[in-house]
Nanobody, 113 residues
Framework: QVQLVESGGGLVHPGGSLTLSCVAS????????VGWYRQVEGRLRELIAT???????DLRPLAKGRWTVSRDNAKDTVYLQMDHLRPEDTARYFC???????WGKGTLVTVVS
């Protein structure tokens, strides 16, 4: 059974930073393209970024200039480095194994003054 687990969420002040991590069991992320999404309660999930198994990245406009997606294949972990956080970034953040459409349960990020 494939499971993805996100971690690193929490409460942060505006302008602060967080690094989210995504690990998997039952599969190896190093061979997968992985996406990061977020969802505000009551709204649709929105794509933040993707990273291919080869390390090619694509950041959506909401993330460009503020956030970075990366991977450490030795640790089989994918990261989302989020800087310059804003209150409107408050959401649950998910990673997804794009090939298999496997989703984690998400990690909550709350940005408050």
């Amino acid at each position: 059974q494939v499971q993805l687990v996100e971690s690193g969420g929490g409460l942060v002040h505006p302008g602060g930073s967080l690094t989210l991590s995504c690990v998997a069991s039952g599969t190896q992320l190093r061979f997968a393209s992985v996406g990061w999404y977020r969802q505000v309660e009551g709204r649709l999930r929105e794509l933040i970024a993707t990273i291919s198994q080869f390390g090619s990245t694509d950041l959506r406009p909401l993330a460009k200039g503020r956030w970075t997606v990366s991977r450490d294949n030795a640790k089989d972990t994918v990261y989302l480095q989020m800087d310059h956080l804003r209150p409107e970034d408050t959401a649950r953040y998910f990673c997804v194994h794009l090939g298999g459409n496997y989703w984690g349960k998400g990690t909550l990020v709350t940005v408050v003054s």
